[in-house]
């Protein structure tokens, strides 16, 4: 997919699962909405196909697919009430009067709002507003519902209270999801798959749990959470193990490579420990510390290498900055990236 | 020091005003006069002359004659407008912003160049001069003014809740009809009214693609020819209380919508 000479979107090669929650991952510009209009059928691919249910829909307008989409301005119709909204997708489908009125009042149920399906929508708040446009996209059955940054204008606990919202009315309905979305830990808090973009490509696709702990590219890594990046070099390897050198010593992965190969080790801060533990990474000088609630947050620097890194320390450690600590850490828990 | 700067502001204001509204206070006030000369002094109030102008038959005439030129050219005005508006804003159209100049341009022309222009084209085209032909000219006066106001009031946001429309199934009539229309209603009525106002008082193009049916301001100066007469003032105070009728109706409905 092209726009004028820049390539937004090019390669994406994915399938879906029917019934399964998918979020796009992605920082802005990365192509995620682009892939979502193309999905909705509100962009023309450039080359490729769209497939829905085993059908080529490639060439069908968004009017005529089976797809409904959850706008993140809600683009819901302001001269109509809540239940003109609701019932308008069926009323353009010919579903008959009676059926729309058991329709519109199932939809509104399922969002928690049947009391207010006489309402104008300027009389509605931004939460009420974003469960509207959610019923009137599902009040039409679609196979898939597409949700582009539906939680982006809502404050945050309003946002964690429609996650746990959307999930459960997702498992209860069993429609496919597809939730474009910049924000990782709403990514992980909602998908059953998480697909991350990247510069129009897909750079990762998994369960949450995998992406986070095991990611195959430096991007993702670096994207879904903080890391910390080790260059090294393959030294040896026999078939299931690898030994990799680098500026903090040498370490032995379960994980296949090729002698003489660059590559990169990623840590989570939250791997580090001050515990013996089975590795030691020897004295390390704390820079600077902050407490967030659940951890600590610092800044330490490997006395022996000069290594700058981000560790997280448990919540009830007794930290100070300038204060020498030793670091241990679990090599198990090292990922190594292909450069 | 205070006082003497509002009071300089009040005698400003006044003086402003004054000369603004004097000549209409004078016409307005003339119109009720008792003796057959509009000038001072004033001899009323008296409703003869209001009584006068209603039981002549060819002042009445030419007032059907406006309403129905003002009402059906702005609504043509209007729905031409929409069209262009929708097509420009909601499609990529090549050379959009040249389409976008030649719909805005007449706006630049004076009347008088415009009504020239369309009786050289009517002549050429050997088209009679009629009420018909003043629609013409009133279309071509008011659709560049419906053509922006509507345009104007398309934005982003109103295309974003069409494409949610289509979305959900609606075909591109649908979309039109059952969306951008109702959504934009407060600048359709705007336009309308604006187009009426324009129309109902426009002076130059009617005398010129006229000939036998004529609309209000052409009768008012052919009345005028043969002298000032109270006559004159009363069906002048009445194209202006029609006027205020819909800047007012105008106001309303804009004031309505920024409420909203």
Redesign the interface.
């Known amino acids: 997919m092209c726009f004028g000479d820049k390539v937004a979107v090019h390669n994406v090669d994915l399938s879906i699962q029917q019934g399964e929650f998918v979020v796009l991952l992605g920082p802005s510009g990365s192509g995620k909405t682009t892939l979502l209009n193309i999905l ?3 962009l023309q691919p450039t080359d490729g196909r769209v497939l829905i249910d085993g059908k080529d829909v490639t060439d069908v ?4 697919r089976p ?3 959850v ?1 993140q ?1 809600y ?5 109509m009430t809540v239940a003109g909204n609701v019932a ?2 069926l009323k ?2 010919g579903v008959s009067s009676s059926e729309q009125k058991t329709k519109i009042i199932e939809s509104l149920e399922l969002v928690g709002l049947a009391h207010l399906a006489e309402r104008r929508i ?1 009389q509605l708040s931004g939460g009420q507003r974003q469960r509207i446009a959610l019923a ?2 599902l009040a ?1 059955e679609p196979s898939v519902l597409l949700l582009d940054e539906p939680l982006g204008a809502l404050d945050l606990k309003l946002r964690h209270q429609m996650q746990e919202e959307l999930k459960e009315i997702q498992k209860r309905i069993g429609t496919t999801f597809i939730h474009v979305t910049h924000d990782q830990e709403e990514a992980m808090a909602i998908a059953d798959t998480i697909v991350i973009t990247n510069d129009g490509a897909i750079e990762d696709t998994g369960k949450p749990e995998r992406i986070y702990l095991q990611p195959t590219s430096r991007f993702a890594a670096g994207f879904m959470g903080e890391s910390n990046f080790l260059e090294g070099t393959v030294i040896s390897c026999d078939g299931s193990q690898t030994m990799v050198h680098t500026a903090i010593g040498k370490f032995l992965l379960k994980e296949q490579g090729t002698e003489g190969d660059v590559v990169t080790l990623s840590i989570r801060p939250e791997h580090f420990s001050t515990k013996s533990g089975i590795r030691s990474l020897g004295e390390a000088r704390i820079l600077e510390t902050g407490f967030f609630g659940t951890h600590h947050q610092c800044k330490a620097i490997l006395e022996e290498s000069e290594t700058m890194l981000k560790v997280r320390l448990p919540q009830k450690e007794v930290i100070q900055s300038g204060e020498l600590i030793e670091l241990f850490i679990d090599p198990e828990d090292l990922t190594m990236l292909r450069s | 020091m205070f006082k003497f700067r509002n009071l300089a502001a009040f005698t400003y204001a006044i003086l402003l005003y004054g000369f603004i509204f004097l000549p209409v206070v004078v016409l307005v006030l003339f119109s009720f006069q008792e003796s057959r000369v509009p000038i001072p002094p004033f001899n009323g109030p008296s409703l003869k002359w209001y009584h006068a102008f209603l039981s002549d038959g060819r002042v009445v005439e030419a007032l059907y004659n406006s309403i129905a030129v003002a009402l059906l050219s702005s609504l043509v005005s209007v729905i031409l407008g929409f069209l262009a508006a929708y097509s420009l804003a909601r499609h990529n159209i090549r050379y959009s912003g040249i389409i976008q100049g030649l719909l805005t341009a007449p706006l630049t022309v004076s009347y008088l160049i415009i009504a020239m222009g369309l009786l050289i084209t009517f002549n050429t085209l050997g088209i009679p001069k009629s009420l018909f032909t003043i629609g013409i000219g009133h279309v071509v006066i008011n659709l560049p003014l419906c053509f922006a106001i509507i345009y104007s009031q398309m934005g982003a ?1 109103q295309a ?2 069409e ?9 591109e009539w ?1 979309v039109m009809g ?2 951008s229309v ?2 934009l ?1 407060p600048a359709l009525f705007a336009a309308f009214f604006l187009s009426v106002t324009f129309s109902w008082d426009e002076f130059i193009i009617a005398f010129m693609v006229s000939r036998f049916d004529v609309t209000l301001p052409v009768e008012i100066w052919s009345m005028l020819r043969t002298g000032l007469n109270p006559k004159t003032n009363a069906v002048g105070s009445f194209v202006f209380l029609v006027s205020v009728v819909f800047i007012f109706l105008l106001d309303f409905i804009l004031f309505r919508k920024i409420k ?1």
Do not use: C, E, Y
Request: proline content about 7%.
């Open positions: 909705g059928g509100f307008p968004a009017s005529k797809t409904t989409t706008f301005d683009a819901l119709f302001p001269h308008f997708g353009m489908r300027h009137r996209a039409v | 946001h974003n809740i494409r949610a429309a289509r979305d959900l199934g609606a075909n649908q059952l969306i109702p959504m209603w909203n």
